[in-house]
């Protein structure tokens, strides 16, 4: 068969079973009567156990919590109808003993056998496992509900279906898109982080953003779904173990954001038992990136998964649990004073901190109740109880005098008068040291001698002596006026200028103290333990960051981290390599994995990327698909820069309406510049995003640098690359490397003076 009949075939193909799939949902006028048959039970237990007697409500509880679970088992997670504009993502046809059947992916599962359509729920349905781990023609002997199968997977296709319509089709022939009325085979269309939408076809001549679009483009341009798309490593690490803490490498549009948030999907929906999603977090660096992912997860069936930036959780605990500190923070502290608040010795530091103290008050305890009758008995009691903070430990022994709990299999009862009276004392004077952690705080970083002493033993020539008297300097002056502050009781008002201020990093350090000495942090009057935490772009937190956010995780409950060190923005963290990292953490059982195929950007960009990155590049990604060279301009004033960059951007928008557009610079000024240029120039959709207010729609938006981490456009240029924006730093290096990478299509570099000695002589 030539390939033009394939082609002609293939259509025909998906477009009678899409018809066929719309007609039966558009007519039917139920669900799946099954579903229906659960939704009534339900219902009616529901209001049985309004009007039920104290005595049937826990029988009817348990009826209820089995319904709901079959019911979620059955893809029935919410009562949400497939949607006939977009029923499926993906066809497999099935061949078993000379029998043929289509099975279809998608977001909720519809089954009528009679009239031929099986849609099932990728998340939850075990025969979707094959269409993630086989490709078109490979035979299969797998086990479903302990019923042996094997046969040959005759056909294996990903579509996009837009309101009810067939658009494109990736299959072995190739990537068919339709274009008007014709459909057309796309050249060089390799594997894409998404299925056609929003993917422009690379310019074919230099000096021109992009050609005429094939197919639709979505106006919408948060992260889209791309269940259909995942490949058999990204599907391997979303359904692995959950009580592990998964740490996924994976470099520029590689996919980790993707693997995390449909790791999340996976969990909700097999576990739903152990694992509620409204019981989930996601932390993430900024606002942007948690806009970004934010419709995500509802997009795939999951509600209720919390997205939080760090400092907004951070500052919010930290309110909560120490309260009548400053509610402001500085924004002057030093480079060297961030380093050292975030590097990770403080883990070794704090928990060492901590133990003296514990050792010394528990010195204290043992010698004022020594020479007593049952002395005995509280020091073995004490002893039982090692393993928690040594606050929780001097609540749990006043309990115990009290007889209100047992330790081991003592209960305290008939302990001798005289012994516990010198407990009851020595523990009341313990309180005065285990449950202060402002103090410790302080004094940690204003006790000069301490400070070194102390980073001389977990860092050794991490920091030179002036190093850490500069650090000791800054945090004396910023904690006596901290401290001058919560002392005065006037309403006097302080100059602006003079007003305490706290550090970034001092929340986590102050939350970390709390830990180790108080327990467990608490969120609506019970312990804050997750059944699951993502954590993004986690190159740019430090250990101490995560593991104080993993510490209000569940036991044995899942921990996803996702990150790229080729993307370190954050210069503080201390985040050299994974392996180190993970040894900082203490955490056991956890799993590195690399993903190295990277989707996002085309062979061009990554190429460049790479080199940028020189020295500190890493194992070589795989980029899928070539497009246009990366271009650099030269001007000689931005000026110039802006008038030419006026002129493409017009055209590009005549050509591609619907596209996006990040213009970057490298500082603030810059990227205003640009703007008040640009706006000049009377260019549509223009917008100055300075903080993180980016709006996922078609247009220009103009921003600096740090503000696009995590997220990705159309098209990227990158303007102001000139050597004193990016001169030749590890720091510079990795700045250009995440600006070139968001680009999903094609990128441009603009200089207006000495080009950056970053750029590749063969641009130049």
């Known amino acids: 068969m030539s390939d033009d009949s394939k082609i002609k075939q293939v259509i025909q193909e998906e477009q009678e079973l899409l018809?066929?799939?719309?007609?039966?949902?558009?007519?039917?006028?139920?669900?799946?009567?099954?579903?229906?048959?659960?939704?009534?039970?339900?219902?009616?237990?529901?209001?049985?156990?309004?009007?039920?007697?104290?005595?049937?409500?826990?029988?009817?509880?348990?009826?209820?919590?089995?319904?709901?679970?079959?019911?979620?088992?059955?893809?029935?997670?919410?009562?949400?109808?497939?949607?006939?504009a977009s029923p499926y993502f993906g066809h497999m046809q099935l061949e078993e003993n000379g029998e043929i059947r289509d099975v279809l992916l998608g977001k909720r599962t519809y089954i009528s056998p009679g009239d031929g359509i099986r849609i099932v729920d990728w998340r939850n349905a075990p025969v979707s496992r094959?269409?993630?781990?086989?490709?078109?023609?490979?035979?299969?002997?797998?086990?479903?509900?302990?019923?042996?199968?094997?046969?040959?997977?005759?056909?294996?296709?990903?579509?996009?279906?837009?309101?009810?319509?067939?658009?494109?089709v990736d299959c072995p022939v190739g990537t068919l898109v339709k274009k008007g009325d014709e459909w057309i085979r796309l050249r060089d269309a390799g594997a894409k982080l998404f299925g056609g939408q929003g993917s422009a076809i690379r310019a074919k001549k230099t000096g021109k953003l992009g050609v005429d679009a094939l197919g639709d483009f979505r106006q919408d341009k948060h992260l889209p779904e791309i269940s259909a798309l995942l490949d058999k490593e990204q599907f391997a690490l979303i359904s692995s173990d959950f009580d592990e803490l998964l740490a996924v490498q994976g470099s520029a549009g590689s996919g980790k954001t993707t693997v995390g948030l449909h790791r999340i999907a996976y969990l909700a929906y097999s576990k739903t038992a152990r694992l509620k999603p409204g019981n989930m977090a996601i932390i993430v660096l900024n606002s942007a990136l948690a806009s970004y992912v934010a419709d995500v997860l509802p997009s795939l069936g999951v509600r209720g998964v919390k997205v939080f930036t760090f400092e907004n959780w951070c500052s919010r605990m930290r309110k909560k649990h120490i309260p009548g500190l400053p509610a402001i923070y500085s924004e002057w502290t030093p480079s060297i004073v961030s380093r050292v608040k975030k590097h990770p010795a403080l883990l070794r530091i704090l928990a060492q901190w901590v133990d003296m103290q514990d050792e010394r008050e528990t010195q204290k305890m043992l010698e004022s109740v020594s020479g007593y009758k049952d002395a005995g008995r509280v020091e073995k009691a004490w002893q039982a109880i090692l393993r928690m903070p040594i606050e929780v430990r001097r609540r749990r022994m006043l309990k115990w005098l009290d007889g209100e709990v047992r330790i081991g299999r003592d209960n305290g009862d008939h302990i001798d008068s005289k012994t516990a009276i010198a407990l009851d004392l020595a523990l009341q004077r313990m309180g005065d040291v285990t449950d202060e952690v402002v103090n410790d705080w302080a004094d940690l970083f204003t006790d000069k001698h301490q400070l070194k002493h102390m980073f001389e033993t977990h860092a050794p020539a991490e920091f030179t002596e002036t190093e850490l008297d500069r650090v000791h300097q800054w945090c004396t002056d910023s904690y006596k006026k901290i401290f001058e502050e919560m002392d005065n009781d006037s309403d006097e008002e302080v100059d602006?200028?003079?007003?305490?201020?706290?550090?970034?990093?001092?929340?986590?350090?102050?939350?970390?103290?709390?830990?180790?000495?108080?327990?467990?942090?608490?969120?609506?009057?019970?312990?804050?333990?997750?059944?699951?935490?993502?954590?993004?772009?986690?190159?740019?937190?430090?250990?101490?960051?995560?593991?104080?956010?993993?510490?209000?995780?569940?036991?044995?409950?899942p921990v996803t981290l996702a990150g790229d060190t080729a993307q370190k923005i954050v210069r503080e963290g201390g985040f050299d390599d994974w392996q180190t990292f993970i040894d900082d953490l203490g955490v056991k059982n956890a799993r590195l994995e690399p993903l190295k195929i990277a989707y996002r950007s085309t062979i061009e960009v990554m190429h460049v990327a790479r080199e940028v990155l020189?020295?500190?590049?890493?194992?070589?990604?795989?980029?899928?698909?070539?497009?246009?060279?990366?271009?650099?301009?030269?001007?000689?004033?931005?000026?110039?820069?802006?008038?030419?960059?006026?002129?493409?951007?017009?055209?590009?928008?005549?050509?591609?309406?619907?596209?996006?557009?990040?213009?970057?610079?490298?500082?603030?000024?810059?990227?205003?510049?640009?703007?008040?240029?640009?706006?000049?120039?009377?260019?549509?959709?223009?917008?100055?995003?300075?903080?993180?207010?980016?709006?996922?729609?078609?247009?220009?938006?103009?921003?600096?640098?740090?503000?696009?981490?995590?997220?990705?456009?159309?098209?990227?240029?990158?303007?102001?690359?000139?050597?004193?924006?990016?001169?030749?730093?590890?720091?510079?290096?990795?700045?250009?490397?995440?600006?070139?990478?968001?680009?999903?299509?094609?990128?441009?570099?603009?200089?207006?003076?000495?080009?950056?000695?970053?750029?590749?002589?063969?641009?130049?």
């Open 19 to 84: 018809s066929r799939v719309v007609v039966h949902l558009t007519t039917s006028s139920r669900k799946s009567s099954v579903y229906a048959d659960y939704d009534a039970e339900l219902i009616e237990l529901r209001d049985a156990i309004a009007e039920a007697l104290p005595e049937d409500v826990p029988s009817l509880v348990e009826q209820m919590t089995r319904l709901q679970a079959i019911a979620a088992q059955r893809g029935q997670g919410e009562d949400v109808p497939v949607d006939p």
């Open 614 to 764: 020189g020295p500190l590049a890493g194992d070589e990604s795989i980029a899928t698909r070539h497009g246009a060279p990366v271009e650099v301009h030269q001007f000689s004033d931005p000026g110039q820069a802006v008038d030419f960059l006026g002129t493409s951007l017009r055209e590009l928008f005549i050509r591609e309406p619907l596209a996006n557009v990040a213009v970057i610079a490298r500082h603030v000024n810059q990227a205003k510049l640009y703007y008040q240029g640009l706006k000049k120039a009377e260019i549509p959709r223009l917008r100055l995003v300075v903080e993180q207010d980016f709006s996922f729609t078609p247009g220009i938006e103009v921003t600096e640098i740090r503000q696009v981490k995590g997220l990705e456009f159309d098209y990227v240029v990158m303007v102001e690359c000139n050597d004193d924006s990016y001169p030749l730093t590890d720091e510079s290096r990795h700045l250009m490397h995440v600006g070139m990478t968001r680009a999903a299509h094609q990128l441009w570099l603009i200089t207006t003076a000495t080009p950056s000695a970053l750029i590749p002589k063969s641009l130049l």
């Open 496 to 557: 602006e200028d003079e007003r305490a201020t706290l550090d970034r990093e001092d929340d986590t350090i102050l939350l970390r103290l709390f830990q180790l000495k108080k327990g467990w942090l608490r969120e609506g009057g019970r312990r804050l333990e997750y059944d699951h935490m993502m954590v993004d772009e986690v190159q740019d937190f430090s250990a101490l960051e995560v593991r104080m956010l993993i510490e209000t995780v569940g036991r044995n409950r």
């Open 130 to 168: 094959m269409y993630y781990c086989y490709d078109e023609g490979d035979d299969y002997e797998e086990s479903f509900g302990g019923k042996f199968r094997s046969g040959t997977i005759t056909t294996r296709r990903s579509v996009t279906i837009t309101q009810g319509n067939l658009k494109r």
